[in-house]
């Protein structure tokens, strides 16, 4: 009989999440008896009792909001770019029994949108200014952008932003929510607010055909925003598309095996319909 591994998803609220579907379904393609891949309701102060409290049939854990900025911090190393933009949304346990922090948000999104045409010497508008912000930065960078400008409420939340955007080399400018429209227009839009707060956006009229436009957001879909970019001829790259990406990191980090991304993204696709 295998020997039982676990993972699971941290956040709260988590009750919504699809990242069980996913990974319970690569365990299955992959033949991995006696894996299991749950969801935990935890919240940011409660992580690291939690962390410190799981047996070594842990493999690994995935954090979601509000948890991400901690999971860094409970990690015995971590992966240059988790400790760039501030924050983990991956714990992976080492045979020692410590825990290595990554960011695979960072490296799904780099996937995601370079399958969606973006290319070096783009220009990039971020809107959005927290946590899937700064895997954004991170993102564009990689992808070699010539400039990212950050549409933000406030801000001081730009500013707070700026020593992310140093670390991981990449030009970042702010602008007021107010002024976004403009902004609209560039080569990639990235759309990281949550349910709602873009809504308004959808009115402007601002997108040009051929910008690849990303909205995290994946549950109602299409958002008012990304109906508005299809409408006007962009790319458009879902909250979804992150998912899997992210997921399949996750996976060969936690399992050591290469991903089944097909069983992944069937079950995903299932999921949802």
């Keep these: 009989m295998a020997t039982p591994r676990r993972a699971a998803v941290l956040g709260k609220p988590i009750a919504h999440s699809l990242s069980p579907v996913i990974h319970n379904a690569g365990y299955a393609a992959a033949g991995l008896a006696g894996w299991s891949y749950d969801r935990i309701e935890c919240a940011e102060s409660e992580l690291p009792g939690l962390v410190a409290g799981l047996g070594p049939e842990w493999a690994g854990l995935s954090v979601t909001m509000p948890g991400k900025e901690a999971a860094l911090a409970v990690a015995d190393a971590a992966s240059a770019v988790a400790r760039a933009v501030g924050a983990a949304n991956t714990l992976v346990r080492r045979p020692d029994g410590s825990w290595y922090a990554d960011n695979t948000d960072v490296t799904g999104m780099v996937e995601v949108l370079g399958r969606a045409g973006v290319r070096p010497g783009a220009v990039v508008t971020v809107l959005g ?112 598309d992150l998912l899997l990406a992210q997921a399949v990191g996750q996976f060969e980090q936690f399992t050591g095996v290469p991903a089944p991304r097909e069983a992944m993204a069937a079950a995903l696709v299932a999921a949802r319909a």
Excluded: M, N, Q
């Design 129 to 240: 200014a927290g946590g899937t912000a700064r895997a954004a930065l991170a993102a564009a960078a990689r992808l070699d952008a010539r400039s990212v400008t950050v549409v933000a409420r406030r801000a001081a939340a730009v500013d707070e932003l700026r020593p992310v955007a140093g670390a991981v080399g990449v030009p970042v400018a702010g602008a007021a929510w107010a002024d976004a429209a403009p902004h609209l227009g560039a080569d990639v839009v990235v759309s990281t607010v949550p349910k709602g707060v873009a809504d308004p956006l959808a009115a402007e009229g601002a997108f040009r055909p051929g910008t690849v436009v990303f909205d995290a957001l994946y549950d109602p879909w299409p958002t008012p925003l990304a109906a508005a970019a299809t409408a006007a001829g962009c790319r458009i790259v879902s909250g979804l």
